[in-house]
């Protein structure tokens, strides 16, 4: 299939040829909800941590005798029902990968770029380069492209410092490489805005052989 290239004029001015393995396959919803989980379960450090009645400093000496105060019996000031005791059944550093086969995360991709595209919420650009760091002339681009307003990824063939700085004080445009889309990155905007090189390396990564 084709797909519309623009200028920064939002003037459409080419196509763009990509395959229909990668743009135009019927979406797989399940394998779509695992790619997600999995990268966000990926993602967490699993470095939280509490410490139980062993391991708080102190308390190794018995509070007070066993009989005879009048008061409940007491072993260590370190006990979990004491303040500045231990925590019972608290959170322990873990391990939360979940992994999937390549051949999912590929289809993953390819369902949501899918969708996107039957949707018509992928747009295409010629090559994105800015003379300096300016938002002004970032947001100008976009301005002229019609999605000013939106949530916008935008994918680069490679990462430009330029156009990475210009965009950061958008609080509504995220910038990634295209080759590092991931199934989420795909998902988490209103409008994919490729460039038109990100866009063929993309397809070439996804193209079913």
Do not use: C
């Not at 370190?78 to 390549?102: A, M, N």
């Amino acid at each position: 299939m084709d797909l519309p290239v623009h200028n920064f004029e939002g003037e459409v001015i080419s196509k763009v040829r990509v395959e229909d393995s990668v743009f135009k396959i019927e979406p797989n919803a399940d394998v779509v909800y695992r790619a997600v989980m999995s990268e966000m379960t990926n993602s967490r450090q699993g470095t939280h941590s509490t410490k139980t009645r062993s391991e708080v400093r102190g308390g190794g000496r018995k509070p007070w005798r066993q009989k005879g105060r009048g008061v409940a019996r007491a072993g260590s000031i370190r006990s979990p029902i004491w303040k500045g005791g231990g925590v019972t059944h608290g959170p322990k550093p873990k391990d939360y990968k979940y992994k999937l086969p390549k051949k999912m995360r590929r289809l993953a991709r390819r369902s949501v770029l899918s969708q996107r595209a039957g949707d018509k919420e992928i747009m295409v650009v010629e090559e994105v380069s800015l003379a300096s760091p300016k938002t002004k002339d970032f947001a100008h681009i976009l301005n002229k492209l019609g999605i000013v307003g939106k949530k916008i990824t935008f994918f680069p063939v490679t990462s430009n410092k330029n156009v990475v700085l210009s965009a950061r004080n958008l609080s509504n445009v995220t910038v990634i490489e295209a080759i590092n889309a991931s199934t989420y990155d795909l998902l988490d905007a209103e409008v994919l805005l490729f460039e038109k090189e990100g866009l063929k390396k993309l397809n070439d990564l996804l193209t079913v052989n």
